[in-house]
């Protein structure tokens, strides 16, 4: 019947959730990753139980640690080149998951997720939900669920587009009053302290209200000559 198929679906998903989890922590080596990834269906499941794990118990032994980190950074990345999901929910997963393992662990492992590229894959997660399809119920999980000053100083940040997607945001849904203030507050306030994001924001809007209330002082140093088109639309609440 239709509720022991469904009973023994999520009985063999807890089972391949706690073996690839195992594997992972025990003998990552042996996981044979790469052909994990390369099944859409297996990498989804093994991917909402590791994260689902790591979110619950962040703490990885500093002993082995190295391919633990290695594995999971080979596990996530696919997530990024994978074709857009309805809704930016496993990035923000994996965000918090990656967030937690840094905040719980001692600075041995802090320093693997560097050098394993494992907090440059939370910053392209990041990027890379700002280009999925807009809704209005994703954009207020993207600005509840990713803290913006991780990449405020990052090239790789403007170079993806992630300013103009911001704004984009900003612009697409005007009757959102609250959205349009987070999403002003954190262009205003934390990725515009940086002038380099300031330049590139200024250039792409239209708007020069917008312009004269954002960045007051940058237009009387003449940081926003040579402004260009984009981003219009005077439907700001700032």
């Not at 044979?32 to 093994?46: F, I, N, Q, Y």
């Not at 002993?63 to 999901?85: F, K």
């Not at 993207?142 to 405020?152: C, L």
């Not at 515009?192 to 200024?202: E, G, K, L, P, S």
Request: proline residues 3%; hydrophobic residues 40%.
């Amino acid at each position: 019947g239709g509720r022991l198929g469904r009973e023994a679906a999520r009985c063999a998903k807890d089972i391949v959730g706690r073996l690839v989890v195992g594997g992972l922590l025990g003998d990552a080596k042996a996981l044979r990753m790469k052909e994990l990834c390369d099944h859409v269906g297996m990498h989804s499941l093994a991917t909402d139980q590791v994260l689902s794990h790591f979110d619950r118990d962040p703490l990885i032994h500093p002993t082995g640690s190295v391919q633990v980190l290695r594995s999971l950074v080979q596990l996530l990345e696919p997530l990024i080149d994978a074709s857009p999901a309805d809704s930016p929910s496993v990035y923000l997963q994996a965000v918090r998951a990656i967030n937690r393992i840094a905040n719980q662990n001692s600075d041995t492992v802090r320093s693997f997720m560097k050098e394993a590229g494992m907090l440059e894959l939370r910053d392209g997660l990041l990027i890379h939900s700002l280009k999925l399809p807009l809704t209005l119920d994703g954009a207020f999980s993207i600005m509840q669920g990713f803290s913006f000053e991780w990449v405020a100083e990052k090239t790789a940040f403007r170079e993806a587009n992630g300013l103009a997607h911001l704004l984009h945001m900003f612009h697409a849904f005007p009757e959102q009053y609250d959205l349009q203030i987070g999403v002003g507050c954190v262009l205003k306030n934390v990725l515009c302290v940086a002038d380099d994001n300031r330049r590139a924001v200024m250039k792409v809007v239209e708007d020069n209200e917008i312009s004269r209330n954002w960045f007051p002082h940058a237009q009387a140093a003449g940081l926003g000559e040579g402004g260009g088109g984009g981003v219009g639309g005077r439907n700001s609440h700032l």
